[in-house]
């Protein structure tokens, strides 16, 4: 179960050249499991990511994750193209986990 809130998020994606490229987007919908990110650039799937979700209530820290899926959003008028972003986290810890899941349950509970 996931809840739908906005969250800014930090995305680091990297290059064929071996740099990271930084990407500003929103969450939006989390679960313990994983994220639904909206970003200006669709990511193919299975890319590994970096991301840090802001404001979240979360202990600071850059969480892994593997790109499940992508699309286009409805584009509105006189704004950019937006794409949704499913991600799967990848290699995150009992601990953390367990805070993202009472972090859904509260956010759950007041909407």
């Known amino acids: 179960m996931g809840?739908?809130?906005?969250y800014r998020v930090l995305v680091w994606l990297g290059t064929e050249e071996g740099k990271l490229e930084q990407v500003k987007g929103f969450t939006t919908d989390i679960s313990?499991?994983?994220?639904?990110?909206?970003?200006?650039?669709p990511l193919?799937?299975?890319?590994?990511?970096?991301?840090?979700?802001?404001?979240?209530?979360?202990?600071?820290?850059?969480l892994q994750g593997r790109v499940v899926r992508s699309g286009e959003?409805?584009?509105?008028r006189n704004e950019p193209q937006f794409y949704w972003v499913a991600v799967e986290y990848v290699g995150i810890?009992?601990?953390l986990?367990?805070?993202?899941?009472?972090?859904?349950?509260?956010?759950?509970?007041e909407q």
């Open 3 to 6: 809840a739908d809130v906005t």
């Open 32 to 41: 313990a499991g994983g994220v639904r990110l909206k970003l200006p650039q």
């Open 44 to 62: 193919p799937a299975e890319q590994r990511i970096e991301m840090e979700i802001q404001d979240a209530g979360l202990s600071a820290q850059t």
């Open 73 to 76: 959003l409805p584009k509105k």
């Open 93 to 95: 810890g009992e601990g």
């Open 97 to 109: 986990r367990k805070e993202m899941t009472q972090m859904v349950f509260v956010i759950q509970r």
